[in-house]
């Protein structure tokens, strides 16, 4: 079985800038999560879709974060503006039962 | 609002010891709690999950105990090897809308 793919793995970009990630769950999963990681810290939920639908947001920064799950299989995630502290790897991962399944990651540098 | 602590922040052994690594967090209705592993610039990989109505885990050299009234779960790993050093993470869903709440880790490194 596949596991969690994310594209692209590493991005350098200036402030204010925009960017954008994508991740393909693992096939027939519903449950899809965007996270932030900060170094050290553990990983923060910023959005997590059912199908196509979104079941929380309540933490993305909505004036400079976005995301669509189109079709209910592949997501993206987009920043625009960049800031300093935007600098995280953020995590895709989907849920099959109770088990979330994570991918590797997008570790992106703001400068 | 849930909040889940580690401690230590990173923790080193000597291969071939018994180690516990903890996880506490502050509200005690939870729906499950699950531990994970996370290698240097790699994705969370699960370990064990446990479920509320569950006090214990196991899976190989692994187990991990919950005790919900106290708000604590440990994780206890049996004659360490190098290949388990790692960053050890614990999450907390308060539902089974999956929505889970990470502590930040202990770091741990085994000694050859």
């Known amino acids: 079985e596949a596991g969690v793919a994310q594209s692209p793995r590493y991005k350098i970009i200036e402030k204010r800038q925009s960017v954008a990630f994508w991740c393909n769950p693992i096939s027939g999963h519903a449950t899809l999560y965007w996270y932030q990681q900060i170094l050290g810290q553990g990983p923060k939920l910023l959005i997590q879709f059912q199908n196509n639908g979104v079941v929380d947001d309540s933490q993305l920064p909505k004036d400079r974060f976005s995301a669509e799950r189109l079709k209910g299989v592949d997501s993206t995630l987009k920043i625009q503006p960049a800031k300093l502290e935007d600098s995280a790897v953020y995590l895709c991962?989907?849920?099959?039962?109770?088990?979330?399944?994570f991918g590797p990651g997008t570790r992106l540098l703001v400068l | 609002k849930q909040e889940v602590t580690q401690i230590p922040a990173a923790l080193s052994v000597p291969e071939g010891e018994n180690l516990v690594l903890n996880c506490s967090f502050t509200?005690?209705?939870?729906?499950?709690l699950q531990w994970f592993r996370q290698d240097p610039g790699k994705g969370l990989t699960s370990l064990l999950l446990i479920q509320s109505s569950q006090r214990e885990q196991t899976s190989g050299r692994l187990n991990a105990s919950l005790d919900k009234s106290s708000g604590r779960s440990t994780l206890y790993i049996a004659a360490s090897q190098p290949g388990d050093s790692a960053t050890y993470l614990c999450?907390?869903?308060?539902?089974?809308?999956?929505?889970?709440?990470f502590g930040d880790g202990t770091t741990l490194t085994v000694k050859p």
């Open positions: 999450a907390v869903a308060s539902t089974n809308a999956g929505k889970s709440t």
């Open positions: 509200d005690s209705a939870i729906y499950n």
């Open positions: 991962a989907s849920r099959s039962g109770e088990t979330q399944y």
